[in-house]
């Protein structure tokens, strides 16, 4: 058999070597180690092949240790020879090195598994790797997020930004606003079904996505696309600004207007917001952010601030610095998208999310470098590389093309340092966003997202200066993930770019 050649590793590592051999994986193989990627490993490998390996006491077949002097943090080293040992440099550093094992797990011809031969010593490039679900346009239920975070785990990507809020539907429970679940949680886009998740249900998401080492980053969209927040308290929203591409968009796609007070089904952006000048609405702010901030361990809480297309300037950049500073005095760190960027008193520290072009356009640039003169650093989501939503061709079933078709090889080729002239420092590292309009199942989401997720997470892991950065490499090592994500059931698209493996 041919071997796929570099070793068939995504995202690539720092450094590997291949040995010539192979290590037998039977049910005789036993599994040593103090960590939850115990148990882990031994179920991926029986969800992946039949064989249950045992857990057992040191000397064992393979060991899993923790020693922090291996690699930077999330890091750790890897050889399969005889037997094989994971080092992590902490817990997350153990779970990638076993992602990394089972990427080494091949079926032989005759049938039987094996562990390729191989000697791998890895890192992060980058600190902040994520994906983003927008379960606002469709809901997404409990397992449903699961299954994403096992998918976008095992590629390495370490944050969950939950877009819980917009103008079709609000899902997350806050007991001192009930009416917003109440009534504004049971629609989506196009007339669906909605739904929202209670605290105990986003207790259960987040304790899960820790299992894998994801961070849960929740956003509620402000001062835009709060048109669900009017179906629910009508004070605290403007009525609908409609513009000019909003009218001609929703006669294109035969979609109804917003109307104030009732749910919006469409798609249209920018004719919403909250009332800037009520002091409830700051009330309702503090709230909503006082009790997402519980639910919350992780440090960022989203404030959104995309699209406000009907707020006069002036109004926008002083909520920006209004709803940044409640999140700071909440005790967390505020992220926001880039047009909060135009406020100048936007809070210290604030994380920006560049959703721009590759190549800046408008003011996006200029936006995006506030937050960094404000001490804060930026995540890149350029839209017409990072963007998920977007279509693979023009003729895809699925997905959007506002910002371009992405194609595998598109979502590839960028490079996070070279978008923004910011210094390398300023920027903690990538984030692909997966927008619901289009999206009614996880097995849709699944095919926008895969593989081009995997394409963001090496950009995001593997070092830039890496013999295997090249999208020839790429290609051939992605191929060899198509039997990973078939016995994990992930319905990815099976891109003619890509020569997909059997086994
Ligand atoms: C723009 S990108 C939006 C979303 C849409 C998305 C669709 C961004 C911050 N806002 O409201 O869902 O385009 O691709």
Redesign the pocket.
Known sequence: MVLPHPLPLVPAPVSATAGEGRMPVTAAIRVAGDSPAVPQLIDAVERRTGIRLAQAEAPAEITLRIDPAVAASEGYTLSVGETAEIVGADEAGLFYGVQTLLQLLREDEDGSWSLRQADVSDAPRFPRRGVML?VA?HFFGVDDVKRFIDAASALKLNHLHLHLS?DQGWRIEIASWPLLTERAGATAAGGDPGGFYTKDDYREIVAYAASRHMIVIPEI?LPG?THAIGVAYPELVEAPVLNDELIAESARLGQPLPVAGEPYLG?G?GHSSVRIHEARAYDFVRDVVRELAKLTPGPYLHV?G??SLGTPQADFDLFAERVTAIVVEAGKTPVA?HEMGSAPGIAEGTVG?Y?GRTTPEGTHAEEAARFVERGGALIL?P?NTA?L??KYAEDFPLG?A??GVIDVRTAYEWEPTAVLDVPDAAILGVEA?L???TTRTLAEVERLAFPRAAAQAEIAWSPRESPERTWESFRARLGAMAPLWKAEGIDFHPSAEITWSDR
């Open positions: 927008d346009r917009d969209d696309h798609w952006v959104g995309d699209e998208w999310q959703w989501s839209s963007y939503d977007m959007l506002w910002a966003p927008w619901s309009e």
